[in-house]
């Protein structure tokens, strides 16, 4: 069995490219901002990726799930953040677009993932 199988998953794919999209568009962001909503948004967007792996890490269904709906909660956090960034003009409406797309992507490869777990 390959130990970090979960890193060829798209969903997992998707939240490292929507992390490193999020840091990008940060470093636009005021300085006062820095240890503000940057490292909260920082940390929300790259624990969806990291809750991802945390599941597969887990044997039993029931953690994988567990790890998986973390990783979606992480996503309605860093969406939210996003709209602020946005209100606040640090980020554009054709950003704020952009990232809702990936974001509602993600968010149902979680959801199959999920489902193709649940027991029946």
């Known amino acids: 069995m390959e130990l970090f ?12 490219a929507l992390a490193i999209v999020v840091n990008d568009l940060m ?6 901002e820095r240890y503000a ?10 624990s969806v990726m990291f ?8 044997y039993s269904t029931k953690e994988r799930i567990y790890f998986l ?8 956090e860093t969406t939210s953040q996003l709209e602020l960034a ?7 409406a054709d950003d704020m677009s952009r990232l809702d797309e990936s974001i ?14 649940a027991p029946e």
Request: net charge positive; charged share 30%; hydrophobic share 35%.
């Open 51 to 58: 809750n991802i792996a945390e599941a597969f890490g887990r």
């Open 69 to 76: 709906d973390i990783a979606n909660g992480s996503l309605m």
């Open 27 to 32: 470093k636009r962001f005021p300085d006062e």
């Open 5 to 16: 199988y979960y890193r060829r998953l798209r969903v997992y794919q998707d939240a490292k």
């Open 86 to 92: 946005e209100s606040y003009g640090y980020i554009t």
């Open 37 to 46: 909503l940057c490292s909260q948004l920082r940390r929300a967007s790259t």
């Open 104 to 117: 509602i992507s993600i968010v149902k490869q979680l959801a199959g993932l999920r489902k193709s777990m």
